[in-house]
């Protein structure tokens, strides 16, 4: 009963988040058609409540008779997986250099604020299409394009959180006992500002979900016939008003899912407060 009881004091966002993470994880086993199979004789088929439509295609098929619902129950795993891994990484580098800058102070701070300031003044998706450009399209380049400029944001916050930390009583008594600045910043400090970073990379993780789908579009992403969002959606611009399931549902499934993750990190915040 405890379990039911938990599941029901869990707020919407995050079972919607989960319902995609279960999606995309159990995506061969869900999805009713493979997604890159195509049958012209199924070309822009509509919806199954419209006319024309089948209930074995509920969402329609594309205009390569391909099946929308599996494109997407498939391209979820694109962009959770893109969203995840950049993330993750960034945050790594991120927490490190903050944590150097912070606590060192002197040159250390000075190169990576100077790095952080430089970055920042590129528009991220311009500065990730230009990257792109010069690698090539393609998963694993689009991973790096993203991380790249992504650690900042981590880098500043714990870099501001590190500044305070390193003047409390708790790190003034470790460096009087003689404890060494690496054991002051990995045991004293980083523990205590991992709630604040933690919180700032779960609402990044809808950010770079936006910027995948958004070079996908561009057609630098992955590449066909592999299901994302974004391509999706380049895909059916040129049908929009005779078949506009084509494009609407991918960003339907982008705004629930950016949306869900952005409400959940929020609830996370007011949680802890």
Not at 45 to 58: D, I, L, S, T
Not at 72 to 86: D, E, M, P, T, Y
Not at 152 to 163: D, N, Q, S
Not at 195 to 222: D, H, K, M, Y
Request: charged share 15%; net charge neutral.
């Amino acid at each position: 009963m405890s379990g039911v009881a938990a599941l029901g004091r869990m707020r919407p966002s995050y079972l919607v988040v989960a319902a995609f993470v279960a999606m995309a994880i159990f995506a061969p086993f869900i999805a009713p058609h493979d997604p890159t199979d195509s049958d012209l004789f199924r070309r822009l088929q509509p919806p199954f409540w419209m006319a024309g439509g089948e209930a074995a295609f509920p969402l329609g098929c594309d205009a390569l008779g391909r099946d929308i619902l599996s494109r997407i129950i498939f391209g979820a795993r694109i962009s959770i997986l893109v969203g995840v891994v950049v993330v993750s990484a960034a945050t790594v580098i991120g927490v490190l250099a903050g944590l150097a800058a912070g606590y060192l102070r002197g040159w250390v701070d000075a190169a990576v604020s100077w790095m952080t300031d430089v970055l920042l003044g590129f528009p991220y998706l311009i500065f990730a299409i230009g990257l792109m450009a010069m690698m090539g399209p393609g998963l694993l380049n689009m991973v790096f394009a993203l991380a790249y400029k992504e650690w900042v944001v981590p880098a500043r916050v714990v870099r501001g959180e590190t500044l305070a930390a390193r003047e409390t009583e708790y790190v003034e008594a470790a460096r009087a006992l003689g404890a060494s600045r690496w054991f002051i910043m990995v045991r004293e400090v980083l523990p205590n500002i991992l709630a604040p970073v933690l919180a700032v990379a779960t609402v990044r993780v809808a950010q770079v979900i936006i910027l995948e789908a958004s070079l996908s579009f561009l057609g630098l992403g992955v590449q066909p016939p592999a299901a994302s969002w974004g391509s999706m959606i380049a895909d059916g611009r040129g049908y929009i008003l005779d078949a506009w399931w084509v494009s609407t549902f991918p960003g339907i499934a982008i705004l629930l899912l950016v949306l869900a993750i952005n409400l959940a990190g929020q609830a996370r915040r007011n949680d802890r407060h």
